[in-house]
């Protein structure tokens, strides 16, 4: 019977859009618990190293651990009340409450509304667009793994390699299939991938004795290479670099900020290999038509 229903678009897109908001609940815990995560086992890592963990000074001393991703409950940032299964309701507990904390009146970021909102609709997208279908599973755990790597880069400027780098593995894995490309496409796209913005990277840092970008964009674009080939790199660098600039000279501007201020590059690279994923081919094929190339 589910079977049956989930050959109907409309069915299909409906269940992806619901489901795509319960995500999208637990990708908001995902970008705002593993930064704190990170930053603590590094404290952790850097006083084993340097040999400061002594019985008068233990490593975690003053400085709990914070909470995990999957088992402790949700609370407000604010008040630290553990919220209630009411309270977590996605998008319309926000809207219900009015934006604050039952408890405290404290507001609540429209992070998370909007984080459940675009996980919903972006999950919609891919359920319509490659029906029932393994590709359609892959796509999906593709585009959450990307918006949880945008959001942690927005708030820290960090690209976590506990999530680029499965990334990168699933999509080698993938091509073995394959779903979206082959293997040696999928093997040259990630090194081409890596390459190309670590060529840019030292090029840069020759040139001006300042670093461009971060590491974390490699591994990001050779992860975005093994999903959709070497055939895929370029546009997504391109797409990229376009959204960067526009969408980043805006942010800059409204802001105030001069054109030195670090921009965040994941979530550009996301945006881009999200289409290249979904859209790629039909893009270069219509550029490669009206170009008058084919």
């Known amino acids: 019977m589910w079977l049956d229903a989930l050959q ?43 040999g400061t963990d002594t019985a008068d000074s233990p490593i ?16 407000c940032p604010t ?9 977590n309701i996605p998008v319309f507990s926000w809207l219900l409450l009015g934006g604050r904390c039952r408890y405290c009146k404290a507001p609540i970021s429209v992070q998370y509304p909007a984080v459940e909102l675009l996980t919903a609709v972006a999950s919609a997208v891919v ?12 796509a999906l755990a593709f585009t959450w793994m990307l918006i949880a790597l945008s959001g942690i880069d927005l708030h820290t400027t960090l690209l976590p390699d506990s999530m680029t780098y499965p990334l990168l593995w699933l999509g080698l894995l993938l091509s073995s299939a394959p779903l979206f490309v082959d293997p040696l496409p999928a093997l040259w796209g990630a090194a081409a991938g890596y390459l190309s913005l670590w060529s840019v990277y030292w090029l840069f840092k020759l040139a001006t004795g300042k670093e461009g970008m971060g590491r974390g964009d490699f591994k990001l674009l050779a992860a975005l290479g093994a999903w959709c080939g070497v055939k895929g790199v ?7 670099a376009l ?10 501007a409204l802001r105030g900020r001069d054109r030195a201020t670090p ?5 550009y690279l996301a945006v881009a290999g999200w289409i290249q994923l979904l859209w790629g081919q039909t893009l270069i094929d219509t550029y490669l038509r009206l170009s008058g190339l084919r």
């Open 8 to 50: 109907q678009p409309a069915f299909l897109v409906g269940c992806a859009f619901l489901f795509g908001m319960l995500v999208g609940s637990f990708l908001n815990v995902v970008i705002l618990r593993i930064p704190p995560r990170m930053e603590w086992q590094w404290r952790r890592d850097a006083r084993e190293i340097l």
């Open 60 to 75: 975690d001393e003053g400085v709990p651990e914070p909470p995990g991703i999957v088992v402790q409950r949700s609370f």
């Open 79 to 87: 008040c630290h009340h553990q919220l209630s299964a009411f309270d």
């Open 127 to 138: 359920a319509w667009h490659f029906g029932p279908t393994w590709q359609a599973l892959a």
């Open 234 to 240: 370029f546009p997504i660098v391109l797409v990229s």
């Open 243 to 252: 959204l960067g600039a526009v969408i980043g000279s805006l942010w800059l």
């Open 263 to 267: 921009i965040p590059f994941g979530p």
